[in-house]
Antibody, heavy 122, light 106 residues
Framework: QVQLVESGGGVVQPGGSLRLSCAVS????????MHWVRQAPGKGLEWVAF???????????YYAASVKGRFTISRDNSKNTVYLQMNSLRTEDTAVYYC????????????WGQGTLVTVSS | DIQMTQSPSTLSASVGDRVTITCRAS??????LAWYQQKPGKAPKLLIY???SLESGVPSRFSGSGSGTEFTLTISSLQPDDFATYYC????????FGQGTKVEIK
């Protein structure tokens, strides 16, 4: 059974940093691309970042314009975990952050984790 | 960047109604479109992929159609469990979601 479990959310001051983790089980992480998507309170879904199955270098990572240069996506296949390092956080980064798996190539997001809440506030 | 526009933003309907949600892309995305259902406090759930393919386990009252820039999600007979927010998403060029359509009880 495929499972994705996010962790690492919390309250952080503007300008601070936080690292989110997405632990996966039920499949081999090294064969699949992974996404991060966020949802601000009461708002819609916003794609944040993607790492290809072979995402060991920068050319295999993609970022939304709103987070480029501040957020970094990475993966540790040996730990079956994907990370989102978030630096220079702003109040507008407050959201529930979800990780999601894709099957490969052009694929929808399925499944999704349960999400972890990040609150950026002074 | 490809923009996705859903309409309506909110839809009031009754159990048994036929419901249609529209999604428009700012440029052609072929059939690289998915629909998701989200309930309060829960993660989105995939319903339809490649514009018209029904995800395994999703009731057959859900259907999708369209290609290019115009797409629709139809619920043939609305059930109590279907009151939720629905999002379209393009995955032709990077990834973009529509702003969502909330289906509420009339």
């Amino acid at each position: 059974q495929v499972q994705l479990v996010e962790s690492g959310g919390g309250v952080v001051q503007p300008g601070g940093s936080l690292r989110l983790s997405c632990a996966v089980s039920g499949f081999s992480l090294n064969s699949y691309g992974m996404h991060w998507v966020r949802q601000a309170p009461g708002k819609g879904l916003e794609w944040v970042a993607f790492i290809r199955y072979d995402g060991s270098n920068g050319s295999n990572k993609y970022y939304a314009a709103s987070v480029k240069g501040r957020f970094t996506i990475s993966r540790d296949n040996s730990k079956n975990t994907v990370y989102l390092q978030m630096n220079s956080l702003r109040t507008e980064d407050t959201a529930v952050y979800y990780c999601a798996k894709i099957a490969g190539g052009s694929s929808p997001f399925d499944p999704w984790g349960q999400g972890t809440l990040v609150t950026v506030s002074s | 960047d490809i923009q996705m526009t859903q309409s309506p933003s909110t839809l009031s309907a009754s159990v048994g109604d036929r419901v249609t949600i529209t999604c428009r892309a700012s440029q052609s995305i072929s059939s690289w479109l998915a629909w998701y259902q989200q309930k309060p406090g829960k993660a989105p759930k995939l319903l339809i992929y490649k514009a018209s393919s029904l995800e395994s386990g999703v009731p057959s009252r859900f259907s999708g159609s369209g290609s290019g820039t115009e797409f629709t999600l139809t619920i043939s007979s609305l059930q109590p469990d279907d009151f939720a927010t629905y999002y379209c998403q393009q995955y032709n060029s990077l990834w973009t979601f529509g702003q969502g359509t909330k289906v509420e009880i009339k």
